[in-house]
């Protein structure tokens, strides 16, 4: 019996609405009362925060499917039930989100001066939204809360944004739109094919993942899940809402954009993509990897032409997602590749800490120089050395440096496709070698390069990070090195639902693994088509 059961305490639906308890509370305090409202936005996101941490610890590593179950009839007529619960990938990502939530407030406490009710309110709402997609287990309640965390980073961007905030808003919310209706058809439609099962009408997703679809409706509709996806993490080709939505989101829209949102992409490809339509998936598999790979690549060396900081860090996202669902469909095209599947979700939850760190650096320079021009940034390691210090933890970690947690998820990410196929391996790899050059040439440039412009950047009257910044950072720093020097201790809540997960597709995936072409293959068939 779970300590769930045991309890009779709704664990979940109390994280995912606590934030929502602190947005009612605001409303009644009515306006003009700015440190109320911080002060609210940090006690709903810590609370919310520390029963994360009790979950984590009550959670059973060995026990199969989900555990701290939730579930009622919601809407008799559609069958559709209000049902939560966790696995070991969900309940990391739920972790990340609500650590995130506490920082960014932290963060933005001192920075956020006009609309200040309005923008605690719209990251209250956005986590409400990011935490329920990760806690459904009914599609019709994960597609609400996909949809809910939609809005309020619309206005995040939209109104505490920067020059462009409006076009980059807009952008963001056509692509996410886009990816969202197209998912909706492909629910609707294996939502109708339920009906003529034994499962009958039915919004429950492992009874929906349990149906054996058709091959022409397992393409469509992985099609339609995939894009939907594909856009949020975002892949290559798919990835140009994101530099903009990065560039001009305040550093809060920033760092939750990249920690949570971004994940979602990759969340979703594993709860619904591989599961519901193994065939399909397993068709993919060459594709995804080639552009996966790709991203690697291609973002790596657009980072390296990056003039703008923000920019540069929102362009290594693309190059470090490409290991996310790399590994997964790596992973998938061979039964006995847990490694890459560990790995790629180990890569969602370190790039969570170290990509939305960056970002937090990005804002503290920012509020201190007035500026995102690296050239225009030099030889700020003498004014702020603390600064200097927390920048070049992160720094090294997003290189994948031993030790620290990039380069846990990306050696395992890289193995399984090592193990898939040597070629796209080594190809990725540059990758990492990229990333080390455009991250250390941005760090001595930013610190140690004494030729920038005193006209842009007057040094006078530069101060280090202060103790509200160091509160945020701080853990950032602890588990970046937690991860990096024992990263079984998230491993552990890893290897039940990979193996089940892989149990879904590894039949078949044995069966089909001669037929996978490779990047020779691939490279033979372009020459081809010339």
Same mark, same amino acid.
């Given at each position: 019996?779970?300590?769930?059961?045991?309890?009779?305490?709704p664990?979940?639906s109390?994280?995912?609405?606590?934030?929502?308890?602190g947005?009612?509370?605001?409303?009644?305090?009515?306006?003009?009362?700015?440190?109320?409202?911080?002060l609210?936005?940090?006690?709903?996101?810590?609370?919310?925060?520390?029963?994360?941490?009790?979950m984590?610890?009550?959670f059973?590593?060995?026990?199969?499917?989900?555990q701290?179950?939730?579930?009622?009839?919601?809407?008799e007529?559609?069958?559709?039930?209000?049902?939560?619960g966790?696995?070991?990938?969900?309940?990391?990502?739920?972790f990340?989100t609500?650590?995130?939530?506490?920082?960014?407030?932290?963060?933005?406490?001192?920075?956020v001066?006009?609309?200040?009710?309005?923008?605690f309110?719209?990251l209250?709402?956005?986590?409400?939204?990011?935490?329920?997609?990760?806690?459904?287990?009914?599609?019709?309640?994960?597609?609400?809360f996909?949809?809910?965390?939609?809005?309020p980073?619309?206005?995040?961007i939209g109104i505490?944004?920067?020059?462009r905030?409006?076009?980059?808003?807009i952008?963001?919310?056509?692509?996410?739109?886009v990816?969202?209706?197209?998912?909706?058809?492909?629910?609707i439609?294996?939502?109708?094919?339920?009906r003529?099962t034994?499962?009958?009408?039915?919004?429950?997703?492992?009874?929906?993942?349990?149906?054996?679809?058709?091959?022409?409706?397992?393409?469509?509709?992985?099609?339609?899940?995939?894009?939907?996806?594909?856009?949020?993490?975002?892949?290559?080709p798919?990835?140009?809402?994101?530099?903009? *939505?990065?560039?001009?989101?305040? =550093?809060? /829209? %920033?760092?939750i &954009?990249? @920690?949570?949102?971004?994940?979602? $992409?990759?969340?979703?490809?594993?709860?619904?993509?591989?599961?519901?339509?193994p065939?399909?998936?397993?068709d993919?598999?060459?594709?995804?990897?080639?552009?996966?790979?790709?991203?690697?690549?291609?973002?790596?060396?657009?980072s390296?032409?990056?003039?703008?900081l923000?920019?540069l860090?929102?362009y290594?996202?693309?190059?470090?997602?490409?290991?996310?669902?790399?590994?997964?469909?790596?992973?998938?095209?061979?039964?006995?590749?847990?490694?890459?599947?560990?790995?790629?979700?180990?890569?969602?939850?370190?790039?969570g800490?170290?990509?939305?760190?960056?970002?937090?650096?990005?804002?503290?320079?920012?509020?201190?120089?007035?500026?995102?021009e690296?050239?225009?940034?030099s030889g700020?390691?003498?004014?702020?050395?603390?600064?200097? *210090?927390?920048?070049?933890?992160? =720094?090294? /970690? %997003?290189l994948? &440096?031993? @030790?620290?947690?990039?380069?846990? $998820?990306?050696?395992?990410?890289l193995?399984?496709?090592?193990?898939?196929?040597?070629?796209?391996g080594?190809?990725a790899?540059?990758?990492?070698v990229?990333?080390?050059?455009?991250?250390?040439?941005?760090?001595?440039?930013?610190?140690?390069?004494?030729?920038?412009?005193?006209d842009i950047?007057?040094?006078?009257?530069?101060?280090?990070?202060?103790?509200?910044?160091?509160?945020?950072?701080?853990?950032?720093?602890?588990?970046?090195?937690?991860?990096?020097?024992?990263?079984?201790?998230?491993?552990n809540?890893?290897?039940?639902p990979?193996?089940?997960?892989?149990a879904?597709?590894?039949?078949?995936?044995?069966?089909r693994?001669?037929?996978?072409?490779?990047?020779?293959?691939?490279?033979?068939?372009?020459?081809?088509?010339?």
């Amino acid at each position: 019996m779970s300590w769930q059961d045991q309890m009779g305490f709704p664990i979940l639906s109390v994280i995912t609405y606590l934030p929502l308890a602190g947005v009612l509370l605001m409303l009644a305090f009515g306006r003009g009362r700015p440190g109320v409202y911080k002060l609210v936005a940090l006690v709903a996101t810590l609370a919310a925060f520390v029963l994360s941490v009790v979950m984590l610890f009550c959670f059973d590593t060995e026990a199969p499917g989900m555990q701290f179950t939730e579930s009622f009839v919601w809407i008799e007529s559609l069958n559709v039930r209000y049902g939560f619960g966790i696995d070991g990938i969900a309940a990391l990502l739920v972790f990340l989100t609500t650590l995130l939530g506490v920082i960014v407030i932290i963060a933005s406490w001192n920075y956020v001066k006009d609309r200040e009710r309005g923008f605690f309110i719209s990251l209250l709402l956005l986590q409400v939204g990011m935490t329920g997609v990760f806690c459904a287990t009914d599609l019709f309640l994960f597609y609400i809360f996909w949809e809910v965390m939609l809005v309020p980073m619309y206005f995040i961007i939209g109104i505490w944004g920067g020059p462009r905030k409006v076009y980059a808003a807009i952008k963001f919310f056509l692509y996410t739109l886009v990816g969202s209706l197209l998912m909706l058809v492909a629910i609707i439609a294996v939502v109708l094919y339920s009906r003529g099962t034994a499962a009958g009408l039915t919004f429950d997703i492992q009874a929906l993942s349990d149906i054996i679809y058709p091959y022409d409706l397992q393409i469509w509709a992985f099609l339609a899940f995939f894009l939907a996806f594909a856009i949020k993490v975002p892949m290559f080709p798919l990835h140009t809402w994101l530099p903009d *939505a990065h560039v001009e989101a305040p =550093t809060a /829209g %920033s760092v939750i &954009l990249a @920690g949570v949102l971004l994940k979602m $992409g990759g969340y979703g490809m594993l709860r619904f993509c591989l599961p519901m339509f193994p065939d399909a998936s397993l068709d993919a598999v060459p594709y995804v990897i080639a552009l996966s790979v790709i991203a690697i690549v291609y973002g790596a060396l657009v980072s390296l032409r990056q003039k703008d900081l923000k920019k540069l860090v929102a362009y290594s996202s693309v190059s470090h997602m490409g290991f996310v669902t790399a590994g997964i469909f790596a992973a998938i095209a061979i039964s006995d590749n847990p490694q890459g599947l560990e790995g790629a979700i180990l890569v969602m939850f370190s790039h969570g800490i170290l990509t939305g760190a960056l970002f937090l650096m990005v804002g503290f320079l920012y509020e201190r120089t007035h500026t995102r021009e690296i050239a225009a940034m030099s030889g700020l390691a003498k004014p702020m050395p603390v600064l200097a *210090a927390f920048l070049m933890v992160f =720094t090294l /970690g %997003s290189l994948g &440096l031993p @030790g620290l947690s990039g380069f846990v $998820g990306e050696f395992l990410s890289l193995l399984g496709l090592f193990h898939y196929d040597y070629a796209w391996g080594a190809v990725a790899a540059v990758g990492v070698v990229l990333a080390a050059c455009y991250l250390l040439w941005m760090y001595q440039r930013v610190l140690f390069n004494d030729r920038g412009d005193p006209d842009i950047m007057p040094r006078d009257g530069l101060f280090d990070v202060r103790w509200r910044e160091v509160a945020s950072l701080t853990p950032l720093v602890v588990m970046a090195v937690w991860v990096g020097v024992y990263p079984d201790t998230f491993l552990n809540l890893l290897h039940t639902p990979v193996r089940e997960l892989l149990a879904d597709v590894g039949q078949t995936a044995q069966e089909r693994h001669d037929s996978f072409p490779g990047v020779s293959e691939l490279l033979a068939f372009v020459k081809g088509l010339f």
